[in-house]
């Protein structure tokens, strides 16, 4: 069995890096459009028993209902994204044998890109996908508890260290719709030069962000 989880944080917390395109208003309906193509594309896959969203925001948890994910609402004492995950699969039941976590703001992934990163999941050890920053924008753990978590910055090179430490294989799947999590007015430039029939790339037309990234 294999479950899935999306962290996602409160909304008047997202994308602050885009606030010289983007209002607060238009960045909350960017991060729950990336949301739900995330969600959307991880409910496709066969091999997913189950989606749940983490986050602390009520509007994110709506959504995440709506489109038949479980929401899972993230505690105010959490620090952090590694503890609220960790919370997360603590509430599991029962344990899965597996567990992929995929940030919520990666719109571009399919289906057939997470398919591709369980196919190198190890039967012990962890495969991930790193960001072009180092980050991680998919990782999937067996057992889920196979190591500690290191979301953060350098997060792809500091979950590999963590599997070395802990004497588990880590192998590294790059898979560039995957590579691109959107932050920053260049991300959202480059997500544009690649058309795709997402929610995100709805909304971004219907905003007219092209016009104002010229």
């Known amino acids: 069995m294999i479950r899935a989880l999306v962290p996602a944080k409160a909304l008047g917390e997202a994308k602050g890096r885009l606030a010289s395109v983007l209002s607060e208003t238009e960045r909350r309906?960017?991060?729950?459009?990336?949301?739900?193509?995330?969600?959307?594309?991880?409910?496709?896959?066969?091999?997913i028993e189950s989606v749940s969203v983490v986050s602390p925001d009520a509007e994110v948890l709506s959504l995440a209902a709506a489109l038949d994910a479980e929401p899972v609402a993230e505690s105010a004492n959490v620090r952090g994204l590694n503890q609220a995950l960790a919370r997360a699969l603590s509430a599991m039941s029962p344990t899965p044998d597996a567990l992929l976590i995929v940030p919520g703001d990666v719109p571009e992934v399919t289906p057939g890109d997470i398919e591709t990163l369980l196919a190198a999941l190890p039967e012990r050890g962890i495969a991930l996908s790193p960001s072009a920053d180092r980050g991680t924008c998919a990782l999937a753990l067996r057992p889920p508890d196979v190591i500690a978590l290191r979301f953060g910055e350098r997060s792809s090179v500091n979950h590999r260290r963590e599997a070395m430490a802990t004497g588990v294989t880590a192998e590294v799947v790059p898979i560039d719709t995957l590579s691109l999590d959107v932050d920053s007015p260049e991300d959202l430039r480059e997500l544009l030069g690649r058309p795709a029939e997402t929610a995100t790339h709805r909304l971004l037309a219907e905003l007219g962000v092209a016009e104002r990234l010229e």
Do not use: G, I, S, Y
Request: charged share 25%; net charge positive.
């Open 29 to 47: 309906k960017l991060a729950l459009a990336m949301l739900e193509d995330v969600v959307r594309a991880l409910k496709a896959v066969p091999a």
